[in-house]
């Protein structure tokens, strides 16, 4: 987060899984660095009190379980209250997308959902995975990684957004990620490989 400020007025303030906040040493050097908690409420304060820009990783914990070595998913969906926020704060949403940071992993998933579950009930990940030399929890693979940004989705102030509106803006938010995937993916070298909101 604090790193944004070398490039902008605004601070970026990143989320993280509010179970992380908890963890005593942990949560001061999160807090201390200028994480929150990943909770409408605490986005809602960051943008409209503190006047300040949120940075989310929008799949969360739920995307950490849709592994694909054939395309890549995003669980994106379901994920209408980021939209609510922004339209309640009238903030933009810039979509970003990460190349190459799902093949630096082996995310194991087992087939009854039941660390997904667990995951959502501890409010943190339980995904066992695998990094370079195929270690348990080992060094992630080297693997080139290329962040893109996406035009901003302009997003009006409204204090009670209609569920039509909602929708609406939802569907412009996958619209660009799908579009800044299909733009950027052939240089770094997925021509194939395709994006499926799940």
Known sequence: PMWSKLFNDTLCRWTCAPVLLSIPIISIFLRNIGYIPA???????????KEQNVGIILDGIA?????SSKEEKAYL???????????????????????????MYTVVVDP??????????????????????????GPPRRT???VVFGEPIVCPKVEEP???????YHQKMLDAYENLFETHKEAYGWKDKKLRFV
């Open 63 to 67: 995307g950490m379980f849709q592994q």
């Open 112 to 137: 009854l959902g039941i660390l997904e579950k667990l995951s959502h009930m501890l409010g943190a990940s339980l995904t066992p995975f695998f990094g370079r030399w195929m270690w348990f929890l």
């Open 39 to 49: 909770k409408s409420s605490s986005i809602v304060e960051t943008l409209t009190k």
């Open 144 to 146: 080139p990684i290329s």
């Open 162 to 168: 209609t569920k039509e509106m909602i929708v609406e």
């Open 77 to 103: 969906k379901k994920r209408l209250g980021i939209i609510k926020i922004a339209l309640r704060s009238g903030a933009p949403i810039v979509p970003v997308y990460g190349f190459g940071h799902t093949d």
